[in-house]
T-cell receptor, first 111, second 114 residues
Framework: TQLLEQSPQFLSIQEGENLTVYCNSSSVFSSLQWYRQEPGEGPVLLVTVVTGGEVKKLKRLTFQFGDARKDSSLHITAAQPGDTGLYLCAGISSNTGKLIFGQGTTLQVKP | NAGVTQTPKFQVLKTGQSMTLQCAQDMNHEYMSWYRQDPGMGLRLIHYSVGAGITDQGEVPNGYNVSRSTTEDFPLRLLSAAPSQTSVYFC?????????????FGSGTQLSVL
C-alpha cells in the first residue's frame, strides 16, 4: 500500500510567522496536488506539481516537488489567520494512476 | 455554477438502518467519486465511476453501494449502517478520468451512526 505521510499533523502559530508542511513517501508519484479544506467544506485544489524539482508560488505559498518525485513541501511566508485550515497533499501513483491522500496538516494561525 | 451538490448536510442513523447520500454535479464531468474522511486518516476512496453505467471499488468499499445511471448523479447507499461508518462523506468529480486533473469536492455529509 502506498502511503503519503504528512508532517506535522497539527501546527499552531502566531500571525506573521513562517511555516513548512511536508509530504513524504517511499513511492514515486507522477504528480502531486495540494488542497486546503476549511471547516464544514470540501477540499479545494491549490496547486498541482508535475516535474521533479518543480517550484510553484501562489502569493505567500510556495510549493515544491522533490527531485525524485517522492516528496513535496508547502511553505507559507508571513502566515495570516485566513490561512487557517486543513492542508492535504495527494499524489498520483506512478504505478496505478490512482490518487492517494495524506492524513492532512491542521494549521491554526492566531491573530 | 452549483458545482458538486451533496445532500443531506447532516444525518443521524441507528445501527442497521439504510440510507442514500445524494451527489449531483452540473459540470458534465465524466469522473465521480465518494470519499470518507476520518480524523488522522485523510481521505479514503470508497467507490468511483468513470462514466454513466460504470462503477468500481475504491480502497474501502465494504458496506457501501453505488450506481451511476446519469452523468450528473452518483448516489452512495449504506445498506445496513454500522457505527464504524460514522464519518464525513465527500463526493468529488473531475472532467476526465486521468488522476492528475483537478478534483471538485462537495461540501460533505456528516453522518453519525448510533
Amino acid at each position: 500500500t502506498q502511503l503519503l505521510e504528512q508532517s506535522p499533523q497539527f501546527l499552531s502559530i502566531q500571525e506573521g510567522e513562517n511555516l513548512t508542511v511536508y509530504c513524504n513517501s517511499s513511492s514515486v508519484f507522477s504528480s502531486l496536488q495540494w488542497y486546503r479544506q476549511e471547516p464544514g467544506e470540501g477540499p479545494v485544489l491549490l496547486v498541482t506539481v508535475v516535474t521533479g524539482g518543480e517550484v510553484k508560488k501562489l502569493k505567500r505559498l510556495t510549493f515544491q516537488f522533490g527531485d525524485a518525485r517522492k516528496d513535496s513541501s508547502l511553505h507559507i511566508t508571513a502566515a495570516q489567520p485566513g490561512d487557517t485550515g486543513l492542508y492535504l497533499c495527494a499524489g498520483i501513483s506512478s504505478n496505478t494512476g490512482k490518487l492517494i491522500f495524506g492524513q492532512g496538516t491542521t494549521l491554526q494561525v492566531k491573530p | 455554477n452549483a458545482g458538486v451538490t451533496q445532500t443531506p448536510k447532516f444525518q443521524v442513523l441507528k445501527t442497521g438502518q439504510s440510507m442514500t447520500l445524494q451527489c449531483a454535479q452540473d459540470m458534465n464531468h465524466e469522473y465521480m467519486s465518494w470519499y470518507r474522511q476520518d480524523p488522522g486518516m485523510g481521505l479514503r476512496l470508497i467507490h468511483y465511476s468513470v462514466g454513466a453505467g460504470i462503477t468500481d471499488q475504491g480502497e474501502v468499499p465494504n458496506g457501501y453501494n453505488v450506481s451511476r445511471s446519469t452523468t450528473e448523479d452518483f448516489p452512495l447507499r449504506l445498506l445496513s449502517a454500522a457505527p464504524s461508518q460514522t464519518s464525513v462523506y465527500f463526493c468529488a468529480s473531475r472532467k476526465g478520468t486521468r488522476g492528475g486533473e483537478k478534483l471538485f469536492f462537495g461540501s460533505g455529509t456528516q453522518l453519525s451512526v448510533l
